[in-house]
Every structure is written in structure tokens, then in C-alpha cells.
């Protein structure tokens, strides 16, 4: 069983792995296919470039090295994927390129490289890179949220109630839609990572991530910035108007995340909303 690492020293190592990994994805941007998955259910789940390879490996050169007592759970099959632990308390998990379809591919939204440390299923360390906006984000539970832009130095984030974009599911319900429309926001598709740190991006009020199916959950990847947005002091809930379950394998059909509880509020009103009419 490997040593569990230390989460300030994780996201030390990681951070100039993270940026190198955004580079890539940023370099091959608009140069690549797609060459989708065998097996999967859906197009969105299917898609696969050879950026997220390359981003992916470039995360994983940084934890060989330093971590490999870890468990990984990686979005893809890399060749660097091989020699971790099979058993242990820490969990590393890695998705070089959210939103690979819908926001890397097709240019709908901010797309993001995310990488996790959990620690018996809650994370301890989080980095999140929208590569488009140039954006760095990274946290330690109990420690706080930090954000660089550009070349930039880190500073500490924190989540401001400012401007009225509001990113959402680029398949969030109509009804939904409707009711932050009403309430004077301006509605913008992106991936889940994006989403999760809505509040501490430029102009970005807050964000919803909604999965459809009734037996469906957030993933684990999905829930890698909701520690950045937490640690930045912005409010994370569940659908239900509670805060977001830490456990990462915790059943969560909906993240909602502002820096004003009167925002989360009409969040929760769209919820409802796609609850009841979910065509």
C-alpha cells in the first residue's frame, strides 16, 4: 500500500504538469479528429482525440515519478496509465480533456484538464486549467482556493457575485432554461470542470450541472473543482438545496454552485423546473 501524499506537495508537482497538459490540448486545438471510443453509450462519451492522449500523458509523467503508490483512475487508456497501485486509500483521478465533443471539438463552451487526489473517496487537492481563457485554478481542502491567469503568478481565488453569465449542461432542459432567463441571466453551455468553478471565472455569476437520467450521477471527475469552488468560499450544493456531498462516489444528479445564496436559489427553481418538464 503506497504512502498517502502530502496534498500541498500533490498540487505542487502537478501544477506545471497541469499547464503543460493545457498547452497541449490549447496547440491541437482545431487539428485533430475525432476517433471515437469502441463500447460507449453515448457520442459524447465516445469521443476521443489524440490530444486527450497526449494531455493525459503528460499529466501522468509528474505522478509515475513522484506518486506512484496511488490508485488511478484516468478518462483514458494511455500507456502511462500502467505501474500504479491496484489498493490504497489514495485515489489520483485525471480527465486531460472534459468536454471533448461538445467544447473541445465543437467550440461550444470552456472545456477543461482536471486532475484529483481523493483520499479514502473525498478529495484532498484539486487542479482544474481552462485552457481557451488562459485560467489556472487549484485548491487544498482546509487550505484555500488559488487562480493564475496566463503567465500570471497564483493568487488567492475567491468567489465574486459579478456579471450574469451563468454556465450550464450544454443538454440542460428547456423549462430550466427559461427560469434563469427570467431571472435576468445570461445562460452559457460548458463542460462540467468549467461549471464547477463558474463563480470564480470573470463575469461568470454561477453554474448548474445536470445529468438526465434518473439512475444518473455526477462523476468523480465532475466533482474535482467543486473543492476549488469551496475552498474560493463560493457555495456548493446538491440539487436538494444542500451542500454538495464530499464523498465522491455520493449519488448527485445536480451541482449548484454561486457566490449568493440568492443565486442558488433561482438555481434551485431551474431544477424544479427540469424536474417537471424534463422535454
Sequence with gaps: MGKTPDPSEFVEVLAPALRSAASIARSLEGRVANRPKAGEATP??????????????????????????????????TPGTAGFAREGDSLVVVDPIDGTLRFYLEGLGPYAVMVGLAVRDV???????????????????????????????LRRA???RSGYRVLVSHDLPG??????????FAVE????????????????????????GASDSISTRGRIGALIAAEAD????????????????????????????DDLTVLCEAVAAADRDPG
Excluded at 430550466?176 to 431571472?183: P, R
Design 44 to 77: 459524447v462519451k465516445a469521443a476521443l482525440t489524440i490530444a486527450d492522449h497526449a494531455a493525459q500523458e503528460a499529466l501522468l509523467a509528474p505522478l509515475q515519478e513522484r506518486f506512484s503508490g496511488v490508485r488511478l483512475e484516468a478518462e483514458e487508456d
Design 158 to 160: 475567491q468567489a465574486v
Design 234 to 261: 463560493a457555495l456548493v450544493w446538491g440539487e436538494d438545496g444542500r451542500p454538495f456531498p464530499e464523498d465522491i462516489r455520493a449519488p448527485a444528479r445536480a451541482l449548484l454552485v454561486a457566490a449568493h445564496e
Design 189 to 212: 453551455p460548458a463542460s462540467g470542470g468549467a461549471i464547477a468553478v463558474a463563480p470564480l471565472l470573470p463575469g461568470v455569476r454561477a453554474g448548474l450541472r445536470l445529468v438526465q
Design 175 to 184: 423549462a430550466a432554461v427559461e427560469v434563469l432567463l427570467g431571472a435576468g
Design 123 to 153: 478529495y484532498q487537492a484539486a487542479l482544474v486549467a481552462l485552457p481557451r481563457e488562459e485560467l489556472y485554478l487549484d485548491a487544498v481542502r482546509g487550505v484555500g482556493g488559488r487562480v493564475a491567469a496566463g503567465a500570471a503568478g
